[in-house]
């Protein structure tokens, strides 16, 4: 087993249930409700209720799987069925899923009756690499995603990788384009881990790196003001490109669009920062093993740049990225004039469809 820790939160990575078993035994909790998706609901649960029997009194709460559904109005469904069942103070919240679940279900343990216990048991890659660390809890509002949240720490948060067998394979590309990100941000032995790893589909060590780094850089800034925003590496342009292909109807994974932003943050890192040519070509065509080539056409650039202004770690009307002068050295709150971005746009469009 490997434990990590931020702040007051314990973090294991196990296959074996007894760690997690005899922490909840020992909380002494009133009650306990487990919020999942339906998708968890009926893949997941099932293996998590035979390892842990003290589940099996647990209160349900399922609700509809997907980014649509993290949202008030979910939110507001389970705090109507928590006040139904009369769930107290002392109860404990288990979210099992993926960043959907554990954003909403954080969201609702961080206010209901002003805040009770609540754990993750993260199911996805995503999740396990990101989304369940952190102690960042949020819903949609309209179109602005993560528009309403707190910081709330969950009591504790159990990786266990033999829940990700039936994950869909594209569920998991999705999550090594952020422990990509990581390893850009950390180190270059720490990238060399993920890609060398994901070619054996050992997902563990790469969650062990994902997970370390994390709790290192949350521990550093927990309410996101400074340097917390080396996360963000290669998400201003990806959230710009996955509202775009949103709005034309044309969905895609979320993982997919960090990675055209990672290449583009790596452009004009090399022009700005001299990050080295020889490492930015490596890792850019790794990028392309990964990544398929999205419908962008140099005529979506204005429109991405326009999304881009929107984002919300913009400040004083500039847009602000976070940029590399090399792997492990990065640089935050970085103001990047417009014309310069549609270069490297222009640029990654090209490079991803040579
Ligand atoms: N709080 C944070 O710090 C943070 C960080 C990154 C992402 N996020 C959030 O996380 C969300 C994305 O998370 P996600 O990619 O896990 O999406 P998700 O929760 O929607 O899960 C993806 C899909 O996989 C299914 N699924 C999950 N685990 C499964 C399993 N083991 N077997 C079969 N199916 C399974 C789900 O039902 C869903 O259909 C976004 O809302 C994002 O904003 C939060």
Known sequence: MET????SVTISITEDAEPFTSWLTAGN?????????????KLVWPLLKKQIRELKKAELIIIKPGEKHKHLDTAQHII?????????????????????????????????????HYVNIPTSFLAMVDAAIGSKTA??????????????????????????????????M???????????????????????QFERLNLNLIIQQSVAFKCETVEQDLYDVDRRHILNLGH??????????????????????????LITALLIS??????????????????KRYCPILPLKKSDIKTIIRY???????????????????????????PVKASVIEDALTATIEIMSA
Not at 4 to 7: G, I, L, V
Not at 29 to 41: A, K, Q
Not at 179 to 187: E, Q, V, W, Y
Request: aromatic residues 12%; proline residues 3%; hydrophobic residues 35%.
């Open 4 to 7: 990590f820790r931020y702040h």
């Open 29 to 41: 909790f009133s009650r306990y409700v487990l919020i999942t998706d339906s998708n968890c609901y």
């Open 80 to 116: 109507k069925k928590l006040t139904k069942l009369t769930i107290d103070k002392h109860a404990l919240v288990i979210n099992l899923g993926g960043g959907v679940v554990s954003d909403l279900g954080g969201f609702v343990a961080s206010i209901y009756k002003r805040g009770i």
């Open 139 to 172: 819903v949609d509002f309209n179109t602005y995603k993560n528009c309403i949240g707190t910081i709330y720490h969950p009591k504790y948060v159990w990786i266990n990788t033999a829940l990700l067998k039936t994950l869909p394979f594209d569920e998991i």
């Open 174 to 196: 999705n999550g090594l384009a952020e422990s990509f990100k990581h390893g850009l941000i950390d180190s270059q032995t720490h990238l060399d881990i993920v890609t060398e």
């Open 236 to 261: 201003t342009t990806g959230h710009a490109i996955e509202a775009l292909l949103l709005k034309r109807k044309y969905p895609v994974m979320h993982g997919m669009c960090v990675f055209y932003g």
């Open 270 to 287: 090399e022009k700005r920062y001299d990050f080295p040519k020889e490492k930015s070509n490596k890792i850019i065509q790794q990028i």
């Open 308 to 334: 881009m202004y929107n984002d919300k770690k913009n400040s004083d009307g500039e847009i602000r990225m976070v940029l590399l002068e090399d792997i492990g050295a990065p640089l935050w709150n970085i």
